[in-house]
C-alpha cells in the first residue's frame, strides 16, 4: 500500500506516537497503524526563520516531519491571516474579521515554504492529504514544485455562503488553489454546496464536482469504555461528593468566540430566572481552556465570560451553592470522559461549528442504562446526525433555557430513546470510518458523490479497488 502523508498545521508529539494527541490524531489513528506515514506540519516552536528542511523523527511506522515558523509568520501567516481574518469569515463573522495585506503575504509565504519543504521528502506513489484551513494554497503550491501525487483536502471548520466568503480579500485566490486538489471533503452537504457554489461562481464547475462531505466522528466504542472506566476514578468521585446530589451540567470547549460561552452562560442564568424550582438543584461545570490567548479577541472573550460568570454567581448561590463552576485549564481526557458521563445534561451550544466532537463524546460517554440529555446548537454540524438532541438556537438565551427546563424534568423512557437513536449514528460514524471513506475518495475507490453519503459499512463490506485515476502530466 502507498504511504499516507498528513499534513496540518499542528503535528502531534511524536513521543505519543501521534495515538494520543488532539481529536485529529485520534481520527488518524487506524490510518496510522495500517500504513506507512508522514505527518508534516509546524512543530509548535517558533525561531529566527522559517525552517527550510523539516526534522524528521521516526516512531513506529509513521516519520514526524516538523518545521519550526519564523517569528513574522507566526505573526501574519498564524495569528494573522489564518485566525484573525479566515477563521471569523468561514464561521460566517466578517464583521469581526481583520486583513491586512502582510497577513496574507505571511499566509502565501508560509504555505510556500512548506510545499517546498515537503516535496523533496515525497514519493511518485504517495497519497497527501492537506488538512484545514491553514493550508489552502499549498496543493497548488506542490503542483507548482512538479508534484503529481494524488492530493486531498479537508476543511475542518464550516464553509459560509459565498456572499460572506467573497467579502474576504483574496477569496478568489484561496478558491483558485483547489484546483489543484482531486479530493476536497467538508464536514457537513451544506458546507459542500457552499464550497461548490462559490467555485462555479468563479468558473471552476470542474473543481466543484471534487467537492464532498465527509462527517468526521470519534473512536465512540473507544471513549464509551474510557468513560466507564473512569466512572469511579478519584477526580470524579471528588467532583461527584462536592455536587451534594444536584444534577450536573456540563460544558467542554475551547475558549474561543465561535463556541457561543458568553450566550450559553446567559442561557443557563435564564433558565434559573424563568424555572426557579431548579435553583439549588443543579450545578453548571463549564470546562474552556485558554486557546490562541495571545490573540486580542480570545483575551477579550475571557473578560466578557468572567464577568457573566461572576454575575450570576453573585445574584444566585446560596452559601451552599454556586450555580456555575468555570475552569480555564485544561482537563485530562479520561477525567473529561468520566465528568461527561456522570452529567445529566451536556450543554454543547456553538454560534457555528464545522462539527463539534464534543457533542460526539457526551453521547459516548453516557450510561446506557441511565443517559443524560444533549442540548445542541442548529448551527454545529454534528447537529446533522444527532437528531435525538435537543436543538437550539444558540443566540437565544430563553431558547437554551427552555431546553435546560426539558432537559431537567425529562422522562427516563425519553431520555434512553433519544440517546439510543444518538448512539447508534455516532458509532455508525466513526473517526475510522471518516478515514476510510475520504481515503477512498482520494484514492479512487469511491466516487466523491456517494463516499461522503454512503452508509457506514464495516471493511469487509467495501467495494472493490477501481484502478487509480492517472493524473494529467
Ligand atoms: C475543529 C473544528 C471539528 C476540549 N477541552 C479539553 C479537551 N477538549 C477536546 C474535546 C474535543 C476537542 O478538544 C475539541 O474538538 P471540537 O470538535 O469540539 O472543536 P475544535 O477544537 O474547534 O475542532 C470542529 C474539529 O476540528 C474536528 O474536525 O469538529 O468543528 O472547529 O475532543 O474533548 N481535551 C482535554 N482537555 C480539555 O480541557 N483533554
Redesign the pocket.
Known sequence: MSRLVIVANRVPDPKEGGATAG?LAVAMKDALANREAVWFGWSGKTAAETGTEAALARHGRTTFATLDLGHDDYKHFYQGFSNAALWPVLHYRLGIARFDRRDFAGYQRTNLAFAQALAPLLQPDDTVWIHDFHLFLMAADLRALGCKQRIGFFL??PFPPRSVFNGLPHAEKLLEALEAVDTIGTQTEDDAENLRAALIAIGKGDVAMRVGAFA?GIDATGFAKLAAQRANAKEVVRLRDSLGGRSLAIG???L?YTKGLPQRIAGFGAMLERFPRHRGKITFLQ?A?VSRGDVAMYRALRRELDEGVGRINGQMAEPDWAPIRYITR????PT?AGFMRMARIGLVTPLR??????AK?FVAAQDPADPGVLVLSRFA?AAVELDGALIVNPLDPDDIAEALDAAMDMPADERLDRWNRMWTSVRAGSASIWCRRFLSALEGTTDVADAGQAEAQPASDQPEKKPRRKRAA
Open positions: 481529536g475542518h471548520v468526521i467542554v470547549d475551547r474561543d470546562v481552556p485544561a482537563v485530562a481526557r473529561l461549528d464545522g462539527m463539534n466532537l464534543v463524546e454540524g
